[in-house]
């Protein structure tokens, strides 16, 4: 039990260090410990979060890290969503595209395929996943709270 405890403080603030090494270079000085900060809580929940950041060395990359998040939050496996949308990235997909793939990948979940097929059929789509339906305006106009919520 001791040795247990004592591997993990020895390894908690080398982890730490090996994320601050990773960026450095790769991301302004100045946003490192906002960076840092976001893939130590991006770990704790269980996301590959430096893989995105690997794949997308530049800003912005909040489109990545939700559809990957979509994906986690469905049960898919963190790093074969992580791969998928870096898949997508590479192949030229950014922005709410990127959101899209995840939409495709929970379709394919809603029509009975496994995780894995999902994952498997939304990869042979790309790069020409289609977007995402959009709600009629009858929708969004009868769109109603329901009784009461409260606006944030």
């Known amino acids: 039990m ?4 004592l591997l993990a403080l020895l390894a908690t ?5 090996a994320v601050q090494d990773r960026l450095e270079g790769r991301v302004p000085v ?3 410990p906002t960076v840092d900060s976001l893939a130590r809580v991006a770990a704790q929940e269980g996301l ?13 990359r909040a ?12 049960h898919f496996d963190p790093d074969s969503g992580a791969g998928l949308i870096i898949e997508a990235i590479h192949q030229g997909l950014h922005g709410e595209r990127l959101l899209d793939v995840s ?3 929970l379709a394919e979940l809603q029509r009975g395929h496994t995780h894995a097929e999902a994952l498997a059929l939304v990869r042979q789509e790309l790069p020409n996943v289609p977007p995402a339906p959009k709600p009629s305006r009858a929708t969004v ?4 709270r329901p009784p009461g919520q409260q606006p944030p």
């Open 48 to 60: 590959p979060s430096e893989r995105i950041v690997t794949a997308l060395p530049r800003p912005p």
């Open 2 to 5: 001791k040795l247990g405890v």
């Open 30 to 32: 100045e946003a490192i």
């Open 63 to 74: 489109a990545a890290v939700h559809a990957v998040a979509d994906l986690v939050a469905h």
């Open 103 to 105: 939409t495709a990948a």
């Open 13 to 17: 603030p080398l982890a730490a260090q």
């Open 141 to 144: 106009v009868r769109a109603r």
